[in-house]
């Protein structure tokens, strides 16, 4: 009789975590049932100089939960795995290779669980694994967004669910819906059990015990903004000084900074001189633990960030209020319209107090009846290709509620672009005349190549 084997693949800790939860609730079957691999893919754009997942605190409990522990990137050396993919012709060579190397029996029934469908490696695995069910599991926010690229019919086919946790009670992911796929909530008690879990291994670290010393009443979450060319480099920096501010303001006087892993030393560098300056006592903690662990051990009163998911997870799991600094010039920022951040911006921003604005912070809780159709419109204007059901609907909401909602949401060019309620005739006249252009362009090119 064929055995089966589930694979499941992960990237972050925060990531393995969630699935960790899943197991332990029993929603991939009993222990019994089948042999697990843990597949660690690290896909920061250099990964020999990034932190390694095996080097966070909490990663052997997790790993414990597993039959064998497999690095993607050992696998496909020397390629990168966001950008690495089977060629068309050689997948069954791939998948030969694959089952042999990680002891799978040419007849067992394989399993996959992918943090995301739509890109490598999740989309590589799909390819080589042909006949493999697949579930993915969101890791944060981007669940309630619109699927980001279409999906070839042979993978969307055999998608069987999206688990996600229970982040704002009352959202419904619109993350591959237009499939038909399902989602399932990750059970929060078991998702807490699991922070705890990886909490408990933070305990002795010695770059924890002077962060514990000075009693942070505040929390500020490092963005990496400027590495994916939202921000430059100075408005991230200022980003995170407009957080210690907002905290001072609130009446924090010490505060603790937990930097992105990529972000640079001098974006600490700064903050100290604005916490010199403001009277607040910052420490900086520079240690590869979660924020959750953070928050379980400092049990801080304030949490402040941009659009982290680790700060809905402060509310969610720890009932600690939140602030938000700068979403709005994030949002902003985002190039092109349908860009994945999108929705997690608008997510926080729509429900998290704004510190600069005198907010007073607050936990976060089950979704207002406003959240829903304001993330359904916003995925629509993403991917109006994918959810054309969700045109008419979208159309309704902007006539009724456009003028009261902040015109960072919904750009009067890409209104125009869609020919939704919103934009101005001169808008849509100009649109025209660029859209004109853009064919004369191509039939001159195309002219040119006959010649």
């Known amino acids: 009789m064929p055995h089966r084997t589930q694979i499941f693949q992960v990237s972050t800790l925060y990531g393995a975590a969630t699935l960790a ?13 089948a042999r697990r691999i843990l597949l660690v893919s690290n896909n920061a754009a250099i990964p020999e100089t990034a932190l390694r997942l095996d080097e966070m605190h909490g990663y052997e409990r997790i790993a414990g939960r597993f039959d064998t522990v497999v ?47 739509q890109v490598s490696p999740g989309r590589a695995l799909a390819a080589i694994f042909s006949e493999a069910a697949i579930h993915v599991y969101a890791d944060g926010l981007m669940s309630y967004g619109p699927t980001r690229d279409k999906l070839p019919l042979t993978i969307a086919c055999r998608i069987r669910r999206l688990l996600h946790l229970d982040l704002i009670p009352g959202l419904t992911p619109l993350l591959l819906s237009e499939y038909g796929v399902e989602s399932e909530v990750v059970p929060d008690a078991a998702f807490r059990r699991v922070l705890d879990e990886i909490s408990q291994d933070a305990a002795d670290d010695p770059r924890l015990a002077p962060v ?3 009693k942070p009443t505040a929390v500020l979450l490092g963005q990496y903004l400027a590495a994916i060319d939202i921000l430059s480099a100075e408005e991230e920096e200022d980003l995170h000084v407009r957080m210690l501010t907002g905290a001072a303001r609130a009446g924090h006087r010490s505060v603790v ?10 974006y600490s560098s700064a903050l100290s001189k604005a916490a010199a300056e ?6 900086v903690l520079d240690a590869p633990l979660l924020a959750e662990t953070l928050y379980r051990h400092a049990e801080p009163e304030l949490v402040v960030g941009c659009f982290s998911t680790a700060m809905v997870t402060a509310s969610a799991y720890y009932g600690v209020p939140v ?29 998290v107090p704004d510190l600069e604005r005198g907010a007073t912070p607050a936990v976060v809780g089950a979704a207002p009846e406003t959240l829903s159709p304001l993330v359904r419109a916003i995925g629509f204007c993403m991917q109006p290709d994918a959810y054309k059901k969700l045109r008419e609907p979208t159309a309704a909401w902007l006539r009724d509620h456009l003028a009261d909602t902040p015109r960072h949401y919904f750009p009067e060019l890409r209104l125009a672009e869609l020919g939704l309620p919103g934009s101005r005739p001169q808008v849509r006249a100009k649109l025209q005349v660029r859209r004109a252009k853009r064919v004369v362009r191509r039939a001159v090119r195309r002219g040119g190549a006959r010649k």
């Not at 939860?21 to 049932?33: C, T, V, Y």
């Not at 496909?76 to 030969?96: A, L």
């Not at 403001?278 to 420490?283: D, E, Q, S």
């Not at 938000?324 to 926080?348: D, H, Q």
């Open 21 to 33: 939860a899943a197991l332990d609730a029993g929603q991939f079957g009993p222990r019994d049932e």
């Open 71 to 117: 690095s993607w990137n050992e696998a496909i050396r020397p390629y990168h795995p966001s950008s690495w993919g089977p060629r068309g012709n050689d997948t069954v060579i791939w998948q030969r290779a694959f089952r042999l190397a990680w002891d799978i029996g040419e007849r067992d029934r394989i399993d996959l669980a992918v943090e995301s469908i």
């Open 212 to 214: 514990l010393a000075e």
């Open 257 to 266: 900074f937990k930097p992105h892993p990529t972000a640079p030393a001098s």
């Open 278 to 283: 403001a009277g607040v006592r910052l420490t």
């Open 323 to 351: 602030g938000r600094v700068g979403t709005r010039l994030v949002m902003e920022r985002l190039k092109p319209y349908p860009n994945s951040n999108r929705v997690p911006l608008a997510v926080i921003d729509h429900v």
